[in-house]
């Protein structure tokens, strides 16, 4: 079982930085693909990045890349995800999840892949 808490979000400027944290309670943290989400309003939620355990891979999808930097530190149970260069499409509540796969470099996108999540920090980009 884990418990997700994200912060980090807030207000910020075209062209902005923000980092998020997801920070975990519960056991076997380490063992769980991280993916991080976001949903703007009105829109699905989807997939922006995510982690595999062991920090093997990490993906992002094409509107991020060059962008966004995800990071775990599995001995505080953190997972970051570092977004520079921020744009107002970039406005939505940012979700962080996680679950077990067996493979360890796997992490997809699909949000009904993960089993845990958090709920939610609210990032807006103001033009």
């Known amino acids: 079982q884990l418990q997700l808490v994200e912060s980090g979000g807030g207000l910020v400027q075209f062209g902005g930085s923000l980092r998020l944290s997801c920070a975990a309670s519960?056991?076997?943290?380490?063992?769980?693909?991280i993916g991080w989400f976001r949903q703007a309003p009105e829109k699905e939620r989807e997939g922006v990045s995510c982690?595999?355990?062991?920090?093997?891979?990490?993906n992002y999808v094409d509107f991020v890349k060059g962008r966004f930097t995800i990071s775990r530190d599995n001995a505080n149970n953190i997972v970051y995800l570092q977004m520079n260069d921020l744009k107002p499409e970039d406005t939505g509540i940012y979700y962080c999840?996680?679950?077990?796969?067996?493979?360890?470099?796997?992490?997809?996108?699909?949000?009904?892949?993960?089993?845990?999540w958090g709920q939610g920090t609210q990032v807006t980009v103001s033009s």
């Open positions: 999840a996680a679950a077990r796969f067996p493979s360890s470099y796997y992490c997809p996108f699909a949000r009904e892949e993960y089993k845990y």
């Open positions: 982690i595999t355990e062991g920090d093997y891979r990490k």
């Open positions: 519960g056991s076997d943290f380490s063992y769980n693909s």
